[in-house]
């Protein structure tokens, strides 16, 4: 049986309308693993370029958000594989356990947006890394699920360590589709 390895994603949002306050929604926790993808390790003969996880729309909140922040929880002593990365974000009408594993394309959403961009190398050092979006990224639950996308280009050094993770099960949160190698390229939970 394949290992499930999921990066917790945190975001942080900014609900609308009405009072707007920030929010945090916590997906992947508690975690139970670490995982090298897509941040610290490749495998395979070229190493992955693009890994995906679609979030179920029942795991926020029923208004239209705005979405600032993405964090990740690097572990101790981690360093980024470096490249540069592009965070998307989309709705997708695709389902957690359901993305295209052959075309990636074909997982995105038609609003489609590049959330931020950004060169990594060395020691994450802290344990919580944050990318902050170029600007906010709407979204709205009642259309569809969430699709967080990550494209990596200018790959150099590998990097080291993991980011905390879950296995098996995230009990229909989310699951993952990557070019990582390994003999399917999707992990789903």
């Known amino acids: 049986m394949k290992r499930l390895r999921l990066i917790i994603l945190a975001i942080v949002c ?5 009072n707007i306050h920030a929010s945090t929604v916590v997906l992947g ?8 993808w897509p941040f610290t390790l490749y495998y395979g003969s070229g190493g992955g370029t693009r890994y995906q996880q679609v979030y179920d729309e029942e795991e926020f909140p029923s ?15 981690a360093k980024w594989r470096e490249g540069t990365y ?10 957690v356990n359901g993305l295209d594993t052959s075309n990636l394309d074909n997982n995105v959403g038609v609003n489609e947006q590049l959330f931020t961009s950004v060169s990594l190398s060395g020691l994450i050092g802290s344990t919580k890394y944050t990318f902050t979006g170029n600007s ?3 979204y709205d639950p009642s ?9 990596i280009s200018n790959i150099g050094v590998n990097g080291a360590g993991a980011f905390d993770g879950r296995t098996w099960d995230s009990d229909g949160e989310f699951s993952v589709a ?12």
């Open 14 to 18: 900014l609900l609308m309308p009405g």
């Open 29 to 36: 926790d508690p975690q139970n693993w670490g995982t090298g």
């Open 63 to 77: 208004s239209p958000m705005e979405i600032t922040d993405i964090s990740f929880f690097p572990r101790e002593g």
């Open 86 to 95: 592009k965070l998307y974000l989309s709705v997708t009408s695709k389902s």
């Open 136 to 138: 906010p990224y709407t």
């Open 143 to 151: 259309v569809g699920n969430l699709l967080l996308d990550i494209r």
């Open 178 to 189: 990557h070019n990582f190698g390994g003999p399917s390229s999707t992990i789903v939970v």
